[in-house]
């Protein structure tokens, strides 16, 4: 058993920058492939990015490619969501979650174990 944690979100200007974090338990954090994916009102909850067990490997959707940088310290059983240049479209509730397979999938069915989620709002 998983459980995640998110902190870091809020409220920023347009152009501004938020790091989100994701404490895990458990002493199994590394046997773990992670993803942050987000919900905005309205909208199906979509995958933002993703990294690989070892932080060797990390993927982006499209839209945030350049502007976010997902990061993992397996020390701290903690994986992060560096956004900077954000824009009002990147308002959403961001979760991160936690998958038993080797490579990274963008499918929500995907992931095992999902935290409460923590809200970012961007004003333009």
């Known amino acids: 058993q998983v459980q995640l944690v998110e902190s870091g979100g809020g409220l920023v200007q347009a152009g501004g920058s938020l790091r989100l974090s994701c404490a895990a338990s458990?002493?199994?954090?590394?046997?773990?492939?992670m993803a942050w994916f987000r919900q905005a009102p309205g909208k199906e909850r979509e995958f933002v990015a993703g990294?690989?067990?070892?932080?060797?490997?990390?993927y982006y959707v499209d839209s945030v490619k350049g502007r976010f940088t997902i990061s993992r310290d397996n020390a701290k059983n903690t994986v992060y969501l560096q956004m900077n240049s954000l824009k009002p479209e990147d308002t959403a509730a961001y979760y991160c979650a936690a998958s038993r397979n080797w490579v990274v999938v963008s499918t929500q069915g995907a992931y095992d174990y999902w935290g409460q989620g923590t809200q970012v709002t961007v004003s333009s």
């Open positions: 458990g002493r199994t954090f590394s046997s773990y492939t």
């Open positions: 990294i690989t067990r070892s932080g060797s490997s990390t």
